[in-house]
């Protein structure tokens, strides 16, 4: 292993927020970093693909996509999510400013140790984030996004709230442990037993001497928990975790794999699901490659109503709107799941095999950059399909499609219009379903062992 003295510590905030810079050129002029864990994880990376988040460089594939896959549902696995932006918010209006910031009623009640996911949504009712929240002391929360400090501070001037943002983003380190194995080997590398720690709650710990923080979480559907440490200390967290995980079958789940992975469970993705529909940030529109048209959503659209706590008695952004939207018959597309006829998607891979012209290709497990493919129903557009994906697990393509409300009852058949442009056209069938297309298990009761 790499020894931690060698780890510099984390990087100062005047390198990140050059880093951070998109006006300036990738470079010299605008830097990019290793991940704190870079060195372990160098070690356990047969395929050393590595690939940009942010600012920061992270494994995109340790074992290539297929096996990862299977190990993350079949024993544990290991993942780096480091380069999550982390702000802590605190100041005397804090309470209050959480509240009008997300959308949900249940979060006036949430606890200290306690983490609720939530949505953000801009003045007319458009999602801006889906954040994960998580109350850290009486007066403090944490939020773990995407980059969204310039909402934030957008938010502030709209309610003149009176509250301090901090960046923790490269003070900390978050490791995720997914899998049906996740708690045992928790078990082992703490020293305790976890399965008394409740789904969304947090718990802090050492593992090996070193101090962290575990939260019960994760974006696989699987059982899962994230571990929250201080930058200079993750080589030698995750060298304790490749040694406890030795005898529970530890794989490694990269970047690329995971966002297979979270399609699997059902889960919604940023920027490949729905935009940001925030636009007065140069590098949150730049990340916004979708058609605005198509991917501006509301919660409802998303089908997150249950995160948007209309009968609130007090106020948040967006909630206006969101009445609006309800009260004038709601969405006129929601988000489902569409599972792609095999027999067309075998006929697209044999056309590949023939002389003349073809569609391209379904790249598997996902595509490469977020795309979107037009629904059809009776010859008309009636929606989009995102996050299409390949899954060994599930053994059929499959995406999510956000289509017009009266085409979602499960079983309803419409068409995928794919290739095009430059290439040969052709339409897939799929049939409409409700998502997750994994059994999602992350909310397990593990005292009850249910």
């Not at 993750?234 to 490749?242: E, F, G, K, M």
């Not at 998303?302 to 948007?308: A, K, M, R």
Request: charged share 20%; hydrophobic share 40%.
């Amino acid at each position: 292993m790499h020894e931690a003295e060698n780890y510099r510590g984390a990087y100062g905030q005047d390198q990140y927020q050059l880093a951070m810079n998109t006006d300036l050129p990738l470079g010299a002029e605008r830097p990019m970093f290793f991940v704190p864990g870079a060195g372990q994880m160098e070690l356990v990376s047969k395929a050393q693909k590595w690939t940009q988040w942010g600012p920061f460089l992270i494994v995109d594939e340790y074992v290539g996509w297929y096996r990862e896959a299977l190990q993350l549902r079949e024993t544990v696995v290991i993942g780096d999510w480091s380069p999550i932006c982390k702000f802590n918010i605190s100041g005397p209006d804090v309470h209050e400013f959480m509240r009008f910031l997300q959308t949900r009623k249940d979060f006036a009640d949430i606890e200290i140790g306690q983490s609720m996911y939530t949505v953000m949504a801009r003045e007319d009712g458009k999602v801006i984030q889906d954040p994960l929240i998580t109350r850290v002391s009486e007066d403090t929360y944490m939020i773990t996004t995407d980059q969204i400090d310039s909402w934030l501070q957008h938010v502030i001037e709209v309610g003149n709230f009176d509250v301090q943002v901090t960046d923790i983003r490269t003070q900390y380190c978050l490791m995720s442990i997914q899998g049906p194995n996740s708690t045992a080997l928790m078990n082992d590398a703490a020293g305790n037993l976890m399965e008394g720690l409740r789904f969304s709650r947090l718990q802090a710990t050492e593992i090996a001497g070193i101090p962290c923080e575990i939260l019960r979480q994760g974006f696989t559907g699987e059982v899962g928990y994230e571990i929250y440490v201080e930058a200079d200390r993750t080589n030698d967290l995750i060298a304790h975790l490749v040694e406890a995980g030795a005898k529970h079958g530890l794989g490694f789940l990269g970047n690329y794999t995971s966002r297979l992975t979270r399609a699997e469970a059902g889960l919604v993705m940023l920027h490949f699901d729905y935009q940001c529909a925030f636009e007065g940030d140069p590098g949150i529109l730049r990340r916004n490659q979708l058609d605005p048209e198509m991917s501006y959503c509301s919660p409802f659209e998303l089908n997150l109503d249950y995160l948007v706590g209309l009968d609130r008695e007090d106020d948040f952004m967006g909630k206006a709107a969101l009445q609006a939207e309800i009260d004038a018959g709601g969405p006129a597309r929601r988000m489902k799941g569409l599972v792609w006829n095999s027999d067309d998607v075998i006929e697209l891979y044999a056309a590949q095999f023939r002389d003349e012209p073809s569609p391209p290709p379904i790249q598997f497990p996902h595509p490469l950059f977020p795309e979107a493919f037009p629904i059809v129903h009776d010859g008309q557009q009636v929606g989009w399909a995102t996050s299409v994906c390949y899954s060994p697990i599930v053994r059929r393509v499959f995406s999510f499609g956000r289509i017009d409300v009266g085409l979602t009852e499960p079983g309803t058949e419409v068409t995928i219009s794919w290739g095009g442009g430059e290439f040969p056209a052709m339409e897939i069938r799929a049939e409409v379903m409700d998502p997750p297309f994994v059994s999602r298990k992350r909310a397990k009761n593990l005292a009850a062992g249910s």
